[in-house]
């Protein structure tokens, strides 16, 4: 079932897909989804679809880890990739979080927001190059 807002629950239901994501996000930022989408799992990484957008997960150290959420435009909030520092820390280690924190900042600059919850808002908005930095800071940790 596509995902929906539901009125009762008050939140989204349902399981979102690829089309429905694509749809909903601005069509710059569903082109850098796409790109980055690509090649995470072209590296191995898995895909977790869920009712606001996608998981990227991949497993390291042997442990499957949800790396950061995608998620397009909904209820007042931008296109945007989400990561949970303090759980993702836990499990990849501060050292590599750190590394990856400032890769992520260095190739998005003043689109980052937040410090133990991140976010990275319009990500398909930065220019070429701060879309491949972004791409290939994800691809690094599988």
């Known amino acids: 079932m596509p995902s929906y807002y539901d009125d ?8 979102m897909d690829e089309a429905q994501f694509r749809a909903e996000s601005d069509p710059r930022c569903a082109a850098f989804f796409a790109d980055l989408i690509a090649a995470w799992t072209q590296a191995g990484g898995l895909l977790r679809w869920g009712a606001g957008g996608v998981s990227l997960r991949g497993a390291i150290a042997g ?9 397009p435009q909904f209820a007042g909030k931008k296109d945007r990739i989400e990561l949970a520092c303090t759980t993702l820390g836990k499990q990849i280690g501060v050292p590599r979080l750190a590394a990856l924190e400032a890769a992520l900042r260095a190739a998005a600059a003043e689109r980052v927001l937040g410090k133990s919850m991140l976010s990275i808002v319009e990500p398909g908005l930065l220019p070429a190059a701060g879309q491949a930095a972004l791409v290939r800071a994800f691809v690094d940790l599988v």
């Open 63 to 71: 442990t499957e880890v949800a790396v950061c959420f995608l998620a």
């Open 8 to 15: 009762d629950k008050k939140c989204r239901v349902g399981v």
